[in-house]
């Protein structure tokens, strides 16, 4: 899948995830989708702002796409990451994938890897 042919919910979330633009971002999500990450699964819009302003956001997460592929109804996205979260351990670059589930235009369901 070429990066720059996304659907269009994904170029949203990776855009107002550099702006930084916190509404736009949950915006992305229907009413009740599930982010799993970290091992901590979040359900619903209110979960996924909290997640959000404390993991995201508070640490100045960037995302940079480096590739994308389509497996089943899955979008896997991966993604170089910075910011000013506590690297220590981590590798460097660090690369993570964001397994997107979309409908009608909105997340439904993401899991991050």
């Known amino acids: 899948m070429d990066l720059n042919h996304l659907p269009s919910v994904i170029a949203k ?10 509404v736009v971002f949950v915006d992305c999500f229907s009413e009740n989708a599930v ?24 640490a100045n997460v960037t ?9 089943g109804d899955e979008i896997v996205l991966t993604c ?6 506590d690297k220590t351990g981590l590798p460097d670059p660090l690369l993570l994938d964001y397994h997107f589930v979309i409908v009608d235009d909105k997340i439904i369901r993401l899991s991050i890897f």
């Open 63 to 71: 995302l940079e796409p480096t590739k994308a592929k389509k497996i």
């Open 35 to 58: 982010v799993m990450d970290e091992g901590k699964k979040r359900n619903g819009k209110q979960a996924i702002r909290k997640w959000s302003d404390q993991n995201h956001f508070a």
């Open 80 to 85: 170089k990451l910075d910011g000013t979260y």
């Open 13 to 22: 979330y990776i855009t107002a995830s550099n702006k930084p633009d916190p």
